[in-house]
C-alpha cells in the first residue's frame, strides 16, 4: 500500500474520490510506481458502477508540502494540476485532473488524474520494436506540442499569478548559487556557469516554459505522444530552454546520433514547432539551452544527493542519482571544450591476503540482488534492487580506478595553479579562481584538466555513457 505516512490514508482519499468522481464506489488499492525521484506516483484501482478502473496520484513525496531549494522556479504540485489542465485546453496531450487536495483532506501537497497508458521509460522508448514505426514522428511532435505549451496565454489563465518569471541570467546564477550551498567543488560546474554568463541570448520572446519537457517525461503509444508529464518546475520565460533540454545527452538513452530525445533531429523538431508556433527557430539559441540543460542537470544531480541527506525520500535512486553529474559534466565538456582524453588503466597491484576482500564481499551482495532479489520481484522492487546494484558496481570502480584518477588530478592541479596544498584545497582553489573571475576560461591547460577529470570521474560513475564514448572516439567534439 502507498503512502503508509499518512494515517488512515485509504479512507480519506476515498473520500476526496468519493466527492470529485461521479459512480464512485470503492478504493481497491493504491501501489507506489518505481520511478519518481522527485514526486510520488501511484497507481490506484477505483469501483464504480460499471466495475474497475485505473487512476493515477502524484503527490510530494511522504505527502509533506516541503519547502523548495532557493531558485526552485516551480510553485508546489497544485500548480502542476492547474498547469496540466491548461494544457489539456490547448490542445496538449494530458491526462484530466479529477481532484487537487486540500489541506482539508489530510493527504498533503497531490492531486488525482486520469490513467493513460503508454509508455514513460525514456530506454524504452528509444528501442522498442512497438514503438518502431512512431518513432521517426516523435521530434515533429514533440515540436508541435511545445509550440502549443509556449502559445498557452498566461494572463488568461491565471499562470502569470501562479509562475514565477525568470530570465536567462536569472536562471544561471540561481542554478550556479543552488550549487553553491552544496559544498562541493565541482569545477566543471564553474567553467560552465562562467561560459553561460557571457554569452546569454537575446530572448525577446516570453512564455510559458515545462521546464522538464524530455524523453522520459513523455508518455508515447503507438500513435505517438500520449501525455506530457511532470509539470512541477514550470516558469515564465524563454521558451527555447524547453527545446534545449529535450536535446540534451542525458535524454537520448544512449543514442547520441539522434539529439532530439534518441528518436530524432533537431531539423523535425524545429520544423514541428515553427509549424504550431509561428516562430521562427536559432539553432544557435537552442545550443545555449542545450549546453545549460547539461549545466542545469549537474547540478539538479547533486541535489538529489541533498534532498537523500535532509530527507524524507532517502531511498537508494535518489543517492544514485547525485552520481549523474559526472554525466552532465563531461557533456559540458564535449560541447565546450572538446579536445582527447585518456582514461585511467586499473593497475591489479600485488594480490592481497584478505579472506575475503571488500570488493569481494561488495561483488557477492551485487551478484544476489541481481540474480536473486530482481528476478523474483517486479515494480519498485524489482527497480530499487537495480539502482542498489549498480551503486555497488560505482564502489567496486571507485576502488578499483580512484586512487590512481584522484593521483592525477591532484599533479595536474599542483602544476595549473601554481601552488601546493592536498587534493581537496587545491580543487577549491580552482574553484574559487573560476567564481571570482581571477583565472581566464582560456587559460593554457584549464581545458585539459577539466576534460580529463570528468572524462575519468564518469568513467568510474558510469563508464558506459555515451558522453564518455563521445570524448574518447571524438575528442569530444
Known amino acids: 500500500m502507498a503512502a503508509q505516512s499518512v494515517p488512515g490514508f485509504e479512507e480519506k482519499l476515498a473520500a476526496v474520490l468519493r466527492r470529485h468522481v461521479p459512480g464512485f464506489e470503492a478504493l481497491v488499492s493504491a501501489e507506489r510506481l518505481s520511478g519518481g525521484a522527485s514526486q510520488e506516483t501511484c497507481r490506484l484501482v477505483v469501483r464504480d458502477a460499471g466495475g474497475e478502473r485505473l487512476m493515477a496520484m502524484r503527490r510530494v513525496p511522504g505527502g509533506l508540502d516541503q519547502q523548495r531549494a532557493p531558485g526552485h522556479p516551480g510553485m508546489g504540485i497544485g500548480t502542476e494540476a492547474a498547469l496540466m489542465r491548461a494544457a489539456r485546453a490547448a490542445g496538449v496531450p494530458e491526462p484530466e485532473v479529477y481532484a487537487v487536495f486540500e489541506p482539508a483532506d489530510g493527504l498533503g501537497d497531490g492531486f488525482v488524474m486520469q490513467w493513460l497508458d503508454g509508455e514513460t521509460l525514456g530506454a524504452r522508448i528509444v528501442r522498442s520494436e512497438a514503438l518502431a514505426q512512431v518513432r521517426p514522428q516523435l521530434a515533429y511532435q514533440c515540436g508541435e506540442i511545445l509550440g502549443r505549451i509556449h502559445s498557452i496565454d498566461v494572463a488568461r489563465t491565471g499562470l502569470d499569478r501562479m509562475l514565477a518569471r525568470v530570465p536567462a541570467a536569472t536562471l544561471v546564477e540561481q542554478t550556479w548559487e543552488r550549487y553553491r550551498q552544496y559544498g562541493t567543488p565541482q569545477p566543471m560546474i564553474d567553467y560552465a556557469a562562467r561560459w553561460l554568463l557571457a554569452h546569454l541570448p537575446a530572448s525577446p520572446v516570453e512564455a510559458l516554459v515545462h521546464n522538464d519537457f524530455r524523453n522520459g517525461n513523455l508518455m508515447v503509444g503507438p500513435d505517438g505522444v500520449v501525455a506530457v508529464l511532470d509539470w512541477e518546475i514550470s ?243
Not at 523538431?269 to 515553427?274: D, M, P, T
Not at 527557430?281 to 541533498?306: K, N, Q, Y
Not at 525520500?313 to 559534466?329: H, L, M, N, P, Y
Not at 555497488?392 to 578499483?400: F, K, N, S
Open 235 to 477: 516558469y515564465i520565460g524563454d521558451p527555447m530552454r524547453d527545446l534545449g533540454w529535450i536535446c540534451i545527452n542525458s535524454w537520448r538513452f544512449g543514442r547520441s546520433d539522434l539529439p532530439v530525445g534518441g528518436f530524432g533531429t533537431y531539423d523535425d523538431l524545429f520544423r514541428g514547432y515553427e509549424v504550431a508556433s509561428g516562430r521562427r527557430v536559432d539553432p544557435e539559441h537552442v545550443r545555449f539551452w542545450e549546453i545549460f540543460g547539461s549545466f542545469w542537470w549537474a547540478v539538479g544531480c547533486l541535489g538529489m544527493t541533498d534532498g537523500y541527506r535532509c530527507g524524507p525520500d532517502r531511498t537508494v535512486e535518489k543517492i544514485a542519482i547525485g552520481r549523474r553529474t559526472s554525466e552532465c559534466q563531461v557533456d559540458c565538456a564535449n560541447l565546450l571544450i572538446p579536445g582527447p582524453v585518456e582514461l585511467v588503466r586499473e593497475d591489479p597491484g600485488a594480490a592481497r591476503a584478505e579472506m575475503p576482500r571488500i570488493d569481494e564481499l561488495l561483488e557477492s551482495v551485487r551478484d544476489y540482488l541481481r540474480a536473486e532479489v530482481m528476478p523474483a520481484h517486479e515494480g519498485r522492487v524489482g527497480f530499487m534492487a537495480r539502482v542498489a546494484s549498480n551503486s555497488l558496481d560505482i564502489v567496486l570502480r571507485d576502488g578499483a580506478l580512484g586512487p590512481r584518477h584522484r593521483e592525477l588530478e591532484h599533479e595536474r592541479l599542483r602544476a595549473l595553479l601554481g601552488a601546493d596544498g592536498d587534493l581537496e584545497s587545491l580543487r577549491w582553489r580552482l574553484v574559487h579562481a573560476l567564481r571570482d573571475g581571477s583565472l581566464a576560461l582560456d587559460a593554457p591547460g584549464l581545458a585539459a584538466h577539466l576534460r580529463l577529470t570528468v572524462a575519468n570521474q564518469v568513467a568510474i560513475d558510469q563508464p558506459g555513457y555515451s558522453g564518455l564514448k563521445a570524448a574518447l572516439a571524438r575528442g569530444g567534439g
